[in-house]
């Protein structure tokens, strides 16, 4: 169920990769019968609790109830087992690759999934709880939802989104289960809709959320195994077997805070399949690829968005340090070395999360709260302007000095020269890096997704996830970003032969 990418979180990334590189063991003391290979589980640290993620006591360590899970599972297979950090979204490519023996990491079982790959028996029962700020009073449960007219954050590719799909309320995508949390309590959604032990880690503490109403739907998390080792998978699903039915499992559940009356369940015989008779998605071209347009259109609509803003703000820092006093030369400087200095994704990462949390310490009367395409084209437009700036720079300095004098000559004001004749021909020199540094915008804009903004990108990520139809799906995105912009290349062409040097 859970989605990944926390930027706050990358440096706890790094170190999980580290200990995965060492084949680091999670699971503490060394099994009955360890003389066996290790079994190698993959998850994604940087997901974060309840699940499994880095102790706060001992950064060197991972916590979690998937954690504590492995340990039972270990003990039960007489098999030591080894945590390897994995991308969540690279876990079922990992697993067919042949990277890993086994993932654990609140994986669903969804139709899709099946037709890759091979699911154990469910570990944890999970439901979707929906969360409000606590003065909410539109409405009271998911089912009102439609009609109050709000819109609801999720994740990517879950039960939850495709819940909210079904129901037909408006919704906002993210990365990480963190930041819908975030923007609900600052008002920039009105509700989150998650899996129940997200919610219970991450909502039920904060005293400005509220869970609203009953828990909705049912799914399954189970490890995922590659199609060839349905021998592992069967020793597994005894093993989870043994452990609910001797109440291993409620032990853990109830430590994390997770364990309802759904659990009971886990300890029937029977293998729960009810999910592998859901219907699943008919993933046509007539169905991705109006998605894919609309991606395309975001992507469009921030790029020449941020590019306007760009110029309109490059343009006045070039003129200001090539001709401002010294202080305003001092400022253009400082503007150009700081935005070229700094990564876009870290600048976005401030507007849109950071903004709020300045305007609610320092207890500011006005608010400082930028929605997604805001934050976007204002991060853009910021640091793409200390390139323009630069380039501008360039281009009037190209001139020779001989214009002025002869402009000067002539009784032509200054300002009146750099309009009418230096400027149209620096236009000439700058038109090619500029175009350049349009096209390169354009490619970009694929990172917005962090601040939930679902552009080309994002959308090609969230339909080969639902659907496993990588390639395909991918091809399509990739002739959507050739359509787009093998134009920009012809028409810069075009006006440097237009605009060149003796036409």
């Known amino acids: 169920m859970r989605e990944h990418g926390h930027a706050t979180h990358l440096a706890w990334g790094w170190l999980a990769a580290a200990l995965a590189l060492g084949a680091a063991p999670v699971v503490g003391a060394e099994p009955a019968g360890a003389g066996l290979p290790p079994l190698r589980w993959a998850a994604d640290a940087e997901g974060g609790a309840p699940y499994i993620f880095n102790n706060p006591k001992d950064v060197n360590q991972y916590i979690g109830f998937e954690v504590d899970l492995a340990r039972l599972l270990e003990n039960e297979l007489g098999r030591r087992i080894e945590f390897h950090q994995y991308a969540f979204k690279s876990l079922v490519a990992g697993l067919k690759r042949g990277d890993f023996d086994f993932a654990m990491n609140g994986l669903e079982i969804t139709p899709d999934r099946l037709k890759a790959i091979l699911f154990s028996r469910p570990y944890y029962i999970y439901s979707l709880q929906l969360v409000a700020r606590a003065d909410e009073q539109r409405f009271h449960s998911l089912a009102e939802c439609p009609k109050a007219g709000v819109v609801v954050g999720t994740l990517e590719d879950t039960a939850a989104e495709r819940l909210l799909d079904q129901m037909k309320i408006p919704k906002k995508i993210y990365d990480s289960q963190v930041e819908p949390y975030k923007d609900l309590g600052i008002g920039r959604i009105d509700a989150v809709l998650l899996d129940l032990p997200i919610a219970v880690y991450y909502a039920r503490p904060d005293p400005k959320l509220k869970f609203v109403g009953p828990t909705v739907g049912e799914g399954y998390y189970a490890i995922g195994f590659r199609k060839d080792r349905r021998e592992l998978a069967e020793q597994f699903d005894a093993a989870l077997l043994r452990l609910a039915q001797r109440g291993d499992l409620r032990r853990v559940y109830e430590k994390w805070g997770i364990w309802n009356k759904?659990?009971?369940?886990l300890a029937q015989g029977e293998q729960i399949n009810d999910v592998l008779r859901e219907s699943g998605r008919l993933w046509t071209l007539g169905v991705y690829f109006p998605m894919l347009l609309d991606g395309a259109r975001e992507t469009i609509r921030i790029t020449f968005c941020g590019m306007l803003l760009a110029m309109a703000i490059g343009l006045p820092v070039a003129l200001g340090r090539l001709y401002g006093p010294l202080p305003v030369r001092a400022?253009?400087?400082?503007?150009?070395?700081?935005?070229?200095?700094?990564?876009?994704?870290?600048?976005?990462?401030?507007?849109?999360?950071?903004?709020?949390?300045?305007?609610?310490?320092?207890?500011?009367?006005?608010?400082?709260?930028?929605?997604?395409?805001?934050?976007?084209?204002?991060?853009?437009?910021?640091?793409?302007?200390?390139?323009?700036?630069?380039?501008?720079?360039?281009?009037?300095?190209?001139?020779?000095?001989?214009?002025?004098?002869?402009?000067?000559?002539?009784?032509?004001?200054?300002?009146?020269?750099?309009?009418?004749?230096?400027?149209?021909?620096?236009v000439r020199v700058i038109l090619p890096p500029m175009t350049n540094d349009l096209v390169a915008l354009f490619k970009d804009t694929s990172v917005v997704s962090v601040i939930a903004v679902v552009e080309l990108t994002k959308q090609y990520q969230i339909l080969a996830k639902s659907s496993l139809k990588y390639l395909e799906i991918g091809l399509a995105t990739a002739a959507l970003y050739l359509i787009m912009s093998v134009p920009l290349g012809h028409l810069s062409r075009y006006l440097e032969k237009r605009w060149g040097r003796g036409t």
């Not at 759904?262 to 369940?265: A, L, S, T």
């Not at 214009?403 to 230096?422: K, P, V």
């Open 262 to 265: 759904d659990q009971e369940k």
């Open 331 to 426: 400022m253009a400087t400082i503007y150009v070395e700081f935005f070229r200095g700094i990564p876009v994704l870290l600048l976005l990462y401030f507007l849109y999360y950071g903004l709020p949390e300045i305007a609610a310490t320092w207890e500011l009367r006005f608010s400082l709260r930028l929605g997604p395409i805001q934050a976007a084209v204002l991060g853009f437009g910021l640091n793409y302007a200390a390139y323009e700036a630069e380039i501008y720079r360039a281009g009037i300095r190209s001139i020779p000095v001989g214009q002025w004098e002869a402009a000067a000559s002539l009784g032509m004001s200054r300002l009146l020269t750099f309009r009418r004749i230096i400027l149209p021909q620096a």
